[in-house]
């Protein structure tokens, strides 16, 4: 199998798979406390795998309307249009994006001293969806050398004095990422938290 070192470098799923992920993961949120796993960090009861090894979760707030920030996560064909790590973006079926929906990207991952570059492919379902409240998506992430079996990716979305307060959790599993847990989950959570950066930088721009 190919060397975890590979997992520096991954966008995450959920899929979740933005950023330039050089950065390390606070203790934390690597590590997330119970109130991370309550019925507030679901979307109609349910959440990320509570079983899973690999796991962070943040929160920002973001100055600008709620249906601008929703809009912009929600509309995934024209993620591309502002998260540059985002290759190509498509819907698999018609309408609304809504539970069951399904939407195939991709994402570089470089090379590494163990593999060679590679374009990750990500086909993503929605589980849950609550129109302006919460999202949560779930698909493995696939390329040459790397693979993450299942990520499962969770947004909710809470108004608040002056903007918007969105919350992200995601999980991961597989083999080759459980291997290396701290690297997989330093991986995992700077990519979230290049979305989350990406996310805010937009809406706020658009308000202005």
Not at 200 to 207: I, S, W
């Amino acid at each position: 199998m190919p060397g975890t070192r590979t997992l520096t470098y991954a966008l995450p799923l959920a899929l979740a798979v933005v950023g330039t992920l050089a950065a390390t993961t606070p203790a934390a949120q690597a590590a997330p406390t119970a109130a991370h796993h309550s019925r507030a960090s679901q979307c109609r009861g349910q959440g990320v795998d509570a079983s899973a090894r690999i796991r962070y979760h943040s929160d920002v707030v973001i100055k600008a309307p709620l249906s601008t920030v929703w809009k912009l996560q929600t509309d995934v064909e024209r993620w591309p249009s502002w998260q540059s790590p985002v290759l190509t973006a498509e819907r698999l079926d018609p309408g609304r994006l809504g539970k069951g929906s399904r939407f195939r990207w991709t994402t570089p991952a470089p090379a590494t001293p163990n593999t060679p570059a590679t374009t990750l492919e990500i086909t993503s379902t929605v589980r849950q969806l609550q129109r302006g409240a919460c999202v949560l998506w779930s698909g493995p992430a696939i390329g040459q050398g790397l693979r993450i079996d299942e990520g499962v990716h969770l947004w909710t979305f809470t108004e608040v004095k002056g903007g918007v307060r969105v919350h992200t959790e995601e999980t991961w599993t597989g083999a080759q990422v459980e291997a290396d847990v701290p690297t997989a989950t330093a991986a995992l959570g700077a990519g979230l938290e290049a979305w989350l950066h990406d996310l805010k930088t937009t809406a706020e721009h658009r308000r202005r």
